[in-house]
Each structure stands twice: as C-alpha cells, then as structure tokens.
C-alpha cells in the first residue's frame, strides 16, 4: 500500500501523539460571532487537547469571554480553557470570575498579568488590591481550587517589559512554582528561537510543557504590528514572500498556509508534539496544517 504520507517526517493519521489546542477571541458583533462559531465547528473534530478564549485588554471583553466560554461549554463536547489578566481588578473581583468559571465547570485557566488600560507598552503597575502579576495570579487561582489546570504564557523572544531573557525565565519559574503545568509562547516565525529558549528554560530546571504558539499569518501588515507589541521579530524572508502581495489575498492565503506548515512540520520534525494554535477564528489555514500533521476528523479516525 502507498501512504500518501512520508513516515520519516508524519505521524500516520489516527497515531494520536499530536496534541493542539486552538485559541479564539470573543465576538464582538453578530458577523464575528457567525465566523467564530463556523470555525470552532469546523475545528472541533479535530479533538483538540482544549480551545482558549481570549481576555481583552483591561478586561475589556470580560463579559464576552464568559459568554463564549460558556457556550461552548453548553452547546460542543470540546474543553475550554479561559483566559484571565490581573488588570483593573482587585483580587477578590478576579477570585469571583474564578469561582464563577469553576460553579461553570470550568477547570482551565490561562493566567496573564496582561497590559496596562492605557495599552502595551507602557509602563504596567499593579491594579491596587490587585493580584501583582502573573505568578501572584497562578497562586489566587490554586487557592480558590485546586482543581484548575493553569496555563501561563511564555516568551522565546523575551517579553518587552524584561530586561533579558533570564528575568523573563525568572517569572516563569514564579508561575511554575505557584502551580503553571503548561506554558504557551508568544508566537515567533524562526524555530531556532523557540529551540534555544527551551534550552534555557530546562537549563532551568522547569520540566512543565512549553507549547509553541504557532501564528498563522491571515494578514501580514496586521501580524507585524502585533509582532512589533509582543516583542516578535519577524524575518526578513517573511516580509520578503509577502511583497507585492496586498491586492492579491488568494496568493497571500495560499503563502500563509505554506509558511506556517513549513514552521509546523519542521517543529514536528524536531520532536514537538503539541501545537498551540492562534486561530484568529479562522478556520481553514488552522485546519489545513493541522491535516499536514496527520490530525484527522475523530469520527474518520474511528471508522
Ligand atoms: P508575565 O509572564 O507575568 O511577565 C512577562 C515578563 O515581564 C517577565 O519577564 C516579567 O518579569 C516582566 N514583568 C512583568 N511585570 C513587570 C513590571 N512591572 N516591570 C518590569 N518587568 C515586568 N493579554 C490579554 O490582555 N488577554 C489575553 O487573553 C492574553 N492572552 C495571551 C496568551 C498567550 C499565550 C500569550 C503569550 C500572551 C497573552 N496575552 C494576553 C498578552 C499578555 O497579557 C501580555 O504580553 C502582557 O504584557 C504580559 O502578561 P504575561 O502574563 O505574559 O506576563
């Protein structure tokens, strides 16, 4: 029999070692929440390991992520994982969304310090009687159940706020030690990054998954402006297969697709199981890498 896939690099579908998960920003109008919905409907047979909603900056969307977590709690079999920040909220606000996901059922949180009101990049101070960042999060949440699985962020291109990629080792340590079993990266394009940060981290001797964020690129001029807030770099020969393209969105969609499978399976290559991806709640590129790594539809697996 002919495998329409090269056994040296894939996993052979149905061979579940891939574990993904995908994160989703909530609606913020009736077309955005028809979009959303597609697309976890159309991922959500893929069995992802869990899918985030995201928290808006300043808990701006504080409402609209508990309504979407909750629907996809109510109305899909899929496990969510709710975003929480530490911002313009004292503890005991912040301890109540978390009593309020757990009466839910929810049990997975990812915990951020986040970024000041006035925006990222400028400088963050605590919310009074607030949680101080992140690791002080991870703890307020444990306290409250045990239960929670926490997940925090992780940065391979050192966040903006720290002074070297050690202080930014240093809080994750924090979080790791007040009870993170997962960390997620900042989405980066050259996987070495990824790689040399993994060493230092189990230089470490943190031993808890670092889950790559994985980035498909949907619009390019808007990733290098998130890139350029989150501390990413993005290479030249990125830029370089996007020129020319801005009133070609067919092309710049099917070059997206081969950039971040190209990142994908060369991470696979190199050994990583799991993918985080930000989906933008879009659907298909997700859906197609996903297809190169050998995930398929639950039910086809089963038949
Ligand atoms: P931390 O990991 O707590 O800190 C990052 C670095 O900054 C550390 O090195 C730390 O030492 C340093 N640092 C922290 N505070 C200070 C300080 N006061 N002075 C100097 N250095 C400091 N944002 C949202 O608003 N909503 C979301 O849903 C959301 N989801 C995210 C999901 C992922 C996977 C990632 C990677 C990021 C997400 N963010 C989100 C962005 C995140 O909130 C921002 O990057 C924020 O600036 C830092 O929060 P953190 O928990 O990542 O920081």
Redesign the pocket.
């Known amino acids: 029999m002919i495998s329409a896939l090269r056994p040296s690099r894939f996993m052979p579908p149905g061979h579940n070692r891939i574990n993904v998960s995908f994160?989703f920003f909530p609606p913020k109008d009736e077309a955005m929440e028809k979009t959303l919905w597609e697309s976890v409907e159309r991922l959500a047979p893929l069995a992802p390991q869990f899918v985030?909603v995201?928290?808006?900056?300043?808990g701006s969307t504080r409402e609209r992520t508990h309504a979407t977590v909750k629907r996809i709690l109510a109305e899909t079999s899929l496990t969510p994982a709710a975003?929480l920040?530490c911002?313009a909220a004292t503890r005991g606000e912040v301890d109540e969304i978390v009593r309020e996901y757990h009466n839910a059922g929810v049990r997975h949180i990812?915990?951020?310090?986040?970024?000041p009101v006035s925006g990222?990049g400028e400088?963050?101070?605590?919310t009074p009687g607030g949680y101080e960042?992140?690791?002080d999060l991870v703890g307020g949440i444990k306290r409250v159940s045990p239960d929670f699985e926490v997940s925090?962020?992780?940065?391979p291109e050192?966040?903006?706020?720290?002074?070297t990629v050690e202080?930014?080792i240093?809080?994750?340590k924090a979080?790791v030690d007040a009870g993170a079993t997962r960390a997620?990266?900042?989405f980066f394009f050259e996987n070495d990054l990824y790689f040399r940060y993994l060493d230092r981290v189990r230089a470490r001797g943190i031993d808890i998954p670092i889950v790559p964020?994985i980035l498909p690129v949907q619009n390019f001029k808007a990733a290098v402006n998130f890139a350029a807030r989150?501390g990413a770099s993005v290479p030249a020969w990125l830029a370089e297969r996007f020129a020319g393209l801005d009133g070609d969105p067919a092309t710049r969609k099917l070059i997206a697709a081969a950039v971040a499978a190209e990142q994908a399976i060369d991470l696979l290559d190199r050994g990583v199981t799991s993918f985080?991806f930000y989906t933008m709640n879009r659907a298909d590129l997700v859906y197609a890498i996903c297809h190169l790594l050998g995930l398929r539809p639950a039910v086809e697996q089963a038949a």
């Open positions: 994160e985030s995201t928290y808006g900056a300043g975003h920040t911002v990812v915990a951020l310090r986040g970024d990222a400088k963050y101070a605590p960042n992140a690791a925090v962020s992780a940065y050192r966040h903006p706020d720290s002074a202080a930014d240093d809080m994750l979080k997620i990266t900042q964020g989150a985080h």
